[in-house]
């Protein structure tokens, strides 16, 4: 038996991490054939960071990286200069050539803690857009019906709403579409949000008389540390790849009991089985949830960094949350005077803008020597060793006089 025709990684193949099969009885076909295939990923550098969302279509793709499968993980670096309109209510800002390669430089690096970058074909697809003429888009924008793109949901809410689309959102699919033709496809992934786009490649084989590519919609989409959104950076719910592992760990510590088998099930690796049994043990009262949530954090972080780092991280959650302590190595700013707690924080990099501190601080958040302080302007007079500042549960620095 070779990897390409393992029954029981083909059965998960189709199982696990899958929302929707376009066509399940062609992929089986295709995956019974033992010929090894093109499996595309797509992914628009809009912002230089991925998180734990990513991931799980990450996984799916090792799942087939494993079983001898070419993945081809087309950076859009093009596309995303346009702007992907998928459940958007307005148009996205446009990235310039720069920014779009920059952040795609950092996907590569991180994709790596999933993939096997030895067994992956990277493309960009300004290989092929940037040497098409005017006539080549037109002609592109031929295979393709302005009804068929405006029955999108996104679309068709912001013709309601009375909101503009503009014309270069509308070649977006066709662009997508017109990847697959050039990597030959024979499979493509992607979240059940993009499922439009997805279906636009399909068509676009099937008009220029190439094999059609098959469907693989991963899901359920994973929400974010709020329990309710989708994970995304915009909403400030997300956890990210390249986290801190003292964060992501405790990130991961404070995601609702409702999302946690989710979470098991989509970003880990642990088999069903085992998932299953800690379920049930949970729902029982033979396990405490909170440390099936313990083994989550340990096993999401093992996993992306490793099993000693891990160890570390979760030595130090419960040293501040179990004992009331300060992580061992609380990062020390030096400063020249007194300044304002607000400036403090600001300094420290614990808030984005004064804003932002002026709302932590009137809501509590924020402890100076282990002590609540609600004054904004209150002084944080530097005494010998230095004074700790703790905003939340997890972020502390040391002001030390220089």
Same mark, same amino acid.
């Given at each position: 038996?070779?990897?390409?025709?393992?029954?029981?990684?083909?059965?998960?193949?189709?199982?696990?991490?899958?929302?929707?099969?376009?066509?399940?009885?062609?992929?089986?076909? @295709?995956?019974?054939?033992?010929?090894?295939?093109?499996?595309?990923?797509?992914?628009?550098?809009?912002?230089?960071?991925?998180?734990?969302?990513?991931?799980?279509?990450?996984?799916?793709?090792?799942?087939?990286?494993?079983?001898?499968?070419?993945?081809?993980?087309?950076?859009? *670096?093009?596309?995303?200069?346009?702007?992907?309109?998928?459940?958007?209510?307005?148009?996205?800002?446009?990235?310039?050539?720069?920014?779009?390669?920059?952040?795609?430089?950092?996907?590569?690096?991180?994709?790596?803690?999933?993939?096997?970058?030895? #067994?992956?074909?990277?493309?960009?697809?300004?290989?092929?857009?940037?040497?098409?003429?005017?006539?080549?888009?037109?002609?592109?924008?031929?295979?393709?019906? /302005?009804?068929?793109?405006?029955?999108?949901?996104?679309?068709?809410?912001?013709?309601?709403?009375?909101?503009?689309?503009?014309?270069?959102?509308?070649?977006?699919?066709?662009?997508?579409?017109? %990847?697959?033709?050039?990597?030959?496809? *024979?499979?493509?992934?992607?979240?059940?949000? =993009?499922?439009? !786009?997805?279906?636009?490649?399909? %068509?676009?084989? #099937?008009?220029?008389?190439?094999?059609?590519?098959?469907? +693989?919609? /991963?899901?359920?989409?994973?929400?974010?540390?709020?329990?309710?959104?989708?994970?995304?950076?915009?909403?400030?719910?997300?956890?990210?790849?390249?986290? *801190?592992?003292?964060?992501?760990?405790?990130?991961?510590?404070?995601?609702?009991?409702?999302?946690?088998? %989710?979470?098991?099930?989509?970003?880990?690796?642990?088999?069903?089985?085992?998932?299953?049994?800690?379920?049930?043990?949970?729902?029982?009262? @033979?396990? !405490?949830?909170? %440390?099936?949530?313990?083994?989550?954090?340990?096993?999401?972080?093992?996993?992306?960094?490793?099993?000693?780092?891990?160890?570390?991280?979760?030595?130090?959650?419960?040293?501040?949350?179990?004992?009331?302590?300060?992580?061992?190595?609380?990062?020390?700013?030096?400063?020249?005077?007194?300044?304002?707690?607000?400036?403090?924080?600001?300094?420290?990099? +614990? /808030? !984005?803008?004064?804003?932002?501190?002026?709302?932590?601080?009137? =809501?509590?958040?924020?402890?100076?020597?282990?002590?609540?302080?609600?004054?904004?302007?209150?002084?944080?007079?530097?005494?010998?060793?230095?004074?700790?500042? =703790?905003?939340?549960?997890?972020?502390?620095?040391?002001? /030390?006089?220089?």
């Amino acid at each position: 038996m070779t990897p390409l025709t393992d029954p029981t990684a083909l059965d998960q193949l189709m199982r696990r991490r899958v929302a929707e099969i376009i066509s399940e009885d062609s992929l089986k076909k @295709k995956l019974a054939s033992g010929r090894p295939l093109r499996i595309k990923f797509g992914a628009d550098p809009t912002k230089p960071d991925l998180h734990l969302g990513h991931v799980v279509v990450l996984k799916k793709l090792r799942e087939f990286q494993n079983l001898g499968h070419t993945i081809v993980f087309i950076i859009g *670096d093009y596309t995303a200069q346009v702007g992907d309109p998928s459940g958007k209510s307005k148009t996205r800002p446009q990235l310039s050539d720069e920014e779009a390669r920059a952040n795609g430089e950092t996907y590569l690096a991180q994709v790596g803690k999933i993939l096997n970058r030895e #067994r992956l074909e990277v493309r960009w697809n300004s290989e092929w857009f940037s040497k098409m003429s005017f006539l080549d888009v037109i002609s592109l924008a031929g295979k393709f019906t /302005v009804a068929r793109i405006i029955e999108r949901d996104d679309f068709a809410q912001r013709l309601k709403d009375g909101t503009d689309i503009h014309l270069h959102e509308l070649l977006y699919p066709a662009m997508q579409a017109y %990847d697959s033709i050039m990597v030959e496809a *024979d499979v493509e992934l992607g979240a059940t949000d =993009q499922r439009f !786009n997805l279906l636009a490649g399909r %068509d676009l084989q #099937r008009k220029l008389g190439k094999p059609e590519q098959d469907l +693989l919609m /991963v899901g359920p989409i994973l929400v974010g540390t709020d329990g309710v959104q989708k994970m995304s950076k915009s909403l400030g719910n997300y956890i990210g790849v390249e986290d *801190d592992p003292s964060d992501m760990y405790g990130k991961v510590m404070s995601i609702p009991d409702s999302t946690l088998w %989710d979470y098991w099930t989509l970003v880990t690796d642990e088999s069903e089985e085992s998932i299953a049994e800690m379920r049930t043990a949970c729902e029982s009262g @033979k396990m !405490n949830p909170r %440390d099936a949530k313990a083994r989550l954090a340990r096993t999401i972080v093992s996993e992306l960094y490793s099993a000693d780092v891990a160890g570390k991280a979760e030595q130090e959650f419960d040293l501040v949350h179990r004992q009331g302590g300060q992580p061992e190595n609380t990062l020390e700013i030096f400063v020249s005077e007194d300044i304002t707690l607000s400036d403090a924080l600001v300094k420290a990099k +614990l /808030v !984005n803008s004064k804003s932002e501190a002026r709302r932590v601080i009137e =809501q509590g958040g924020v402890k100076v020597d282990d002590q609540v302080v609600t004054d904004i302007d209150a002084p944080v007079g530097l005494t010998e060793g230095g004074v700790v500042i =703790q905003k939340g549960k997890r972020h502390f620095v040391r002001l /030390v006089r220089k």
